[in-house]
């Protein structure tokens, strides 16, 4: 006799008072036993959770063993490339200088290309930053370059530790991520061409070149946060600036401000900034703190924010635009559900500068002339932490630029590189299983 059917012989029963409850028992029984089950099944489930302490290493090998089933299927790498990993596995320098990273400390990243008179300009000023010598620099390099290579070399005012974009378009010149034989080009109709490779929404086929600008940031954020020896337990913020952002002596000393002051003042923030998200502004000079949409100039967020950019990795890499900025501000921040901020003070710590864009670098046909001069004036202010916690907070409620609903400026139309971008976001989460046989 089954369950529901004994139950219901005790039907006449529940007219006595003294079973006139049996039914919230049973039902609460019931629920005790699903909750049981359900956790029996989830605590074995294949999928990642957030439930562990970030900092803890049970966190990291549950994270390990709960990510995807199967090691991606990255692109074979050639001699560079693997040469690179090995330097990538190598501890930072100048341990000898400064042997402790002090408490609390925020973490720095530096990502470049090739433009090496910008990279000096930038050293130059992450030299003169107050505090510098208790955090980390991480330089990570879209390819590799013997100039640029000296450069971060040369650093001795901080521990630095460079890493390698391991497959980087630049360190395969014959085959994918790079160039490949019977790959289209421009406006090649594959049918006609015989030539492999999807175009993007206006038409065009992938360039190496371009794609790099994505593939690399995503790489970097994936390595930093989650592969990287050195940062891989790290909860609390990095920041994140580029080989043509003048660093001001305050910017470190500021960005620790803010990061204190992110969960008290702006509870929509999910980041700091220490410039305007207008490039071209120097701030508005008012005794405010100011929440407004994330800025691509010095920008600071911790390991819980990562979180949930890495659960958006399906809308980052399929977003037809090359830019990663542009691709965050189009999907996955207006992915969240709600309002999505940055804390900054009301004058820049940060400044962009240069004329040339990112991978216009050296020795290329049509190369960008700029000698990295810069014009940028550093003022008594500029030298010292010049936030205050006291201050309120004035919110940018409409959010210029790009929104949800741009569709992208293109560039990223190929399947290899969608696929090429899931596959970094896997390829620290994997349950290595045994080959067959």
Not at 44 to 61: A, C, E, G, K, R
Not at 80 to 100: A, C, Q, V, W
Not at 282 to 290: A, M, N, P, T
Request: glycine fraction near 8%.
């Amino acid at each position: 006799m089954g369950f529901f059917q004994k139950l219901w012989m005790l039907k006449p029963l529940f007219k006595d008072k003294a079973f006139c409850r049996l039914p919230v028992i049973l039902t609460t029984l019931l629920g005790v036993v699903l909750l049981a089950f359900l956790l029996r099944t989830y605590s074995v489930s294949p999928m990642v959770t957030w439930s562990f302490d970030p900092t803890d290493d049970d966190f990291q090998s549950n994270y390990k063993i709960l990510g995807s089933r199967e090691k991606p299927k990255l692109p074979k790498q050639n001699e560079l490339s693997i040469s690179l990993e090995e330097r990538n596995r190598l501890p930072p320098r100048n341990l000898d200088l400064f042997p402790n990273l002090h408490k609390d400390h925020i973490k720095i990243v530096l990502y470049v290309h090739n433009r090496p008179k910008y990279l000096q300009v930038v050293v130059q000023s992450l030299s003169s930053v107050e505090g510098i010598g208790e955090t980390l620099l991480m330089v990570s390099h879209d390819g590799y370059y013997d100039e640029m290579n000296k450069i971060v070399e040369g650093i001795r005012f901080c521990q630095v530790k460079q890493i390698f974009a391991l497959y980087s378009p630049h360190l395969f010149p014959v085959s994918f991520p790079g160039v490949s034989v019977g790959d289209c080009h421009d406006k090649d109709d594959p049918s006609k061409k015989n030539c492999r490779g999807n175009p993007d929404q206006y038409g065009n086929h992938r360039s190496p070149k371009i794609v790099s600008l994505k593939h690399h940031w995503w790489w970097m954020m994936n390595t930093v946060w989650d592969g990287l020896e050195e940062t891989r337990r790290h909860s609390g913020h990095i920041l994140f600036i580029e080989e043509d952002h003048f660093i001001f002596p305050n910017a470190y000393r500021n960005i620790q401000l803010l990061a204190a002051l992110k969960p008290k003042k702006c509870l929509d923030c999910y980041a700091a900034n220490l410039a305007p998200s207008d490039v071209h502004s120097k701030g508005e000079g008012w005794e405010r703190l100011i929440a407004e949409k994330i800025g691509n100039v010095g920008y600071a967020f911790n390991r819980t924010v990562w979180r949930k950019i890495h659960t958006k990795t399906r809308e980052f890499c399929s977003f037809d635009d090359y830019n990663w900025d542009i691709t965050m501000w189009a999907t996955v921040f207006p992915s969240f559900g709600g309002p999505v901020y940055t804390l900054r003070g009301p004058r820049r710590s940060a400044a962009h500068f240069g004329k040339c864009g990112l991978h216009q670098g050296q020795g290329e046909k049509g190369i960008c002339i700029d000698n990295g001069a810069t014009d940028i004036e550093v003022e008594e202010t500029d030298k010292v932490a010049n936030i205050k916690p006291e201050w309120e907070l004035h919110v940018y409620q409409r959010q210029v630029g790009y929104k949800a609903g741009f569709k992208g400026w293109g560039g990223w139309g190929d399947e290899r590189d969608h696929q090429l971008c899931l596959d970094f976001a896997d390829m620290y989460h994997f349950r290595d299983t045994p080959s067959p046989g």
